[in-house]
C-alpha cells in the first residue's frame, strides 16, 4: 500500500484509507514551516554535496600543467591556468601564492594559510543554516504537540464532566504529527550537517597537503635539483 496504510475511523465505525499528505495537514500551520524548512534544507543539502565535488574536479591535472609551466619560467600562464579553474579551491589558492613565488618558505607557508580559511569559510557557506534547522525543527515539532494538546483540553474543559473519547484520541494524535514531522527533518538535517562538515574537514586536510607538496616541488626546481 506504499504510504498509505488503515486507520480506525470511530465516527464511521469502520477502516478509512489515509494517505501521509491528509495527515500532515492535520498538523496546521506548524507543519507549514516544517514543509518550507525542508525544502531549504534540501537545497542546502544538494548545493553543497555538488559544490563539494566540484572543488576537487581536475585537481592532480591542473597542479601538473602549473609546475610544467612554472618549469618553463612561465609563471603567467601558471597564474592564468589557476584563474581559470577558479572552481577548484586548490587552483584558487595555487594562483596566491605563485603570484608571491619570490617569498621565503614562511611568507609561503601564510599565504596558503590565508587562502585556506577562505577557502574553508565558503565551503563552510550554509552549514550553519542547516545546523539551525537541525535543531529548530524538533522544537517546532513539540510546540505543534503542546499546543494542540492545550486545544483537546480547552475542548474537554467545555464540554463538562462528559470525555468523548473519540475527541480525546482523535486530537492526541493531531497534536503528536508534529512532533513527527519535527523529530524527522531534525534528523535529516543533521545526519547531512555531520556528514557535509566531515566532507569540508578531509577535503580541507588533502588540499592543504597537496599545496605544501606543490610548494616542496617549486623549492626544489628553484634549487635546480
Same mark, same amino acid.
Given at each position: 500500500?506504499?504510504?498509505?496504510?488503515?486507520?480506525?475511523?470511530?465516527?464511521?465505525?469502520?477502516?478509512?484509507?489515509?494517505?501521509?499528505?491528509? &495527515?500532515a495537514?492535520?498538523?496546521?500551520?506548524?507543519?507549514?514551516?516544517?514543509?518550507?524548512?525542508?525544502?531549504?534544507?534540501?537545497?542546502?543539502?544538494?548545493?553543497?554535496?555538488?559544490?563539494?565535488?566540484?572543488?576537487?574536479?581536475?585537481?592532480?591535472?591542473? @597542479?601538473?600543467?602549473?609546475?610544467?609551466n612554472?618549469?618553463?619560467n612561465?609563471?603567467?600562464?601558471? &597564474?592564468?591556468?589557476?584563474?581559470?579553474?577558479?572552481? #577548484?579551491?586548490?587552483?584558487?589558492?595555487?594562483?596566491?601564492?605563485?603570484?608571491?613565488?619570490? /617569498?621565503?618558505?614562511? =611568507?609561503?607557508?601564510? @599565504?596558503?594559510d590565508?587562502?585556506?580559511?577562505?577557502?574553508?569559510?565558503?565551503?563552510?557557506?550554509?552549514?550553519?543554516?542547516?545546523a539551525?534547522? #537541525?535543531? &529548530?525543527?524538533?522544537?517546532? =515539532?513539540?510546540?505543534?504537540?503542546?499546543?494542540?494538546?492545550?486545544k483537546?483540553?480547552?475542548?474537554?474543559?467545555?464540554?463538562?464532566?462528559? @470525555?468523548?473519547?473519540?475527541?480525546? #484520541?482523535?486530537? /492526541?494524535?493531531?497534536?503528536?504529527?508534529?512532533?513527527?514531522?519535527?523529530?524527522?527533518? =531534525?534528523?535529516?538535517?543533521?545526519?547531512?550537517?555531520?556528514?557535509?562538515v566531515?566532507?569540508?574537514?578531509?577535503?580541507?586536510?588533502?588540499?592543504?597537503?597537496?599545496?605544501?607538496?606543490?610548494?616542496?616541488?617549486?623549492?626544489?626546481?628553484?634549487? =635546480?635539483?
Open positions: 500500500m506504499g504510504l498509505e496504510y488503515i486507520l480506525l475511523n470511530a465516527s464511521t465505525n469502520g477502516l478509512e484509507t489515509t494517505n501521509w499528505f491528509s &495527515i495537514t492535520k498538523g496546521g500551520w506548524l507543519m507549514l514551516a516544517l514543509l518550507l524548512i525542508s525544502f531549504l534544507a534540501i537545497e542546502i543539502i544538494i548545493e553543497k554535496i555538488i559544490k563539494l565535488r566540484k572543488i576537487r574536479k581536475g585537481e592532480d591535472e591542473i @597542479v601538473e600543467e602549473v609546475l610544467e612554472l618549469r618553463s612561465n609563471v603567467d600562464k601558471a &597564474i592564468n591556468i589557476c584563474e581559470e579553474n577558479s572552481q #577548484s579551491a586548490l587552483a584558487a589558492i595555487l594562483a596566491k601564492a605563485i603570484d608571491k613565488i619570490d /617569498i621565503g618558505l614562511s =611568507g609561503k607557508k601564510e @599565504v596558503i590565508l587562502s585556506l580559511k577562505k577557502e574553508i569559510h565558503q565551503m563552510e557557506k550554509k552549514l550553519g543554516t542547516l539551525t534547522f #537541525s535543531a &529548530i525543527a524538533p522544537l517546532i =515539532g513539540f510546540l505543534g504537540t503542546v499546543t494542540g494538546m492545550v483537546v483540553f480547552m475542548k474537554l474543559g467545555e464540554m463538562g464532566g462528559g @470525555v468523548d473519547i473519540t475527541l480525546l #484520541s482523535n486530537g /492526541i494524535w493531531e497534536a503528536l504529527i508534529t512532533t513527527v514531522g519535527g523529530l524527522s527533518v =531534525g534528523i535529516i538535517c543533521i545526519m547531512f550537517y555531520n556528514y557535509l566531515g566532507k569540508v574537514e578531509t577535503i580541507t586536510q588533502e588540499i592543504e597537503d597537496k599545496a605544501n607538496d606543490f610548494f616542496l616541488t617549486i623549492r626544489r626546481i628553484n634549487h =635546480g635539483s
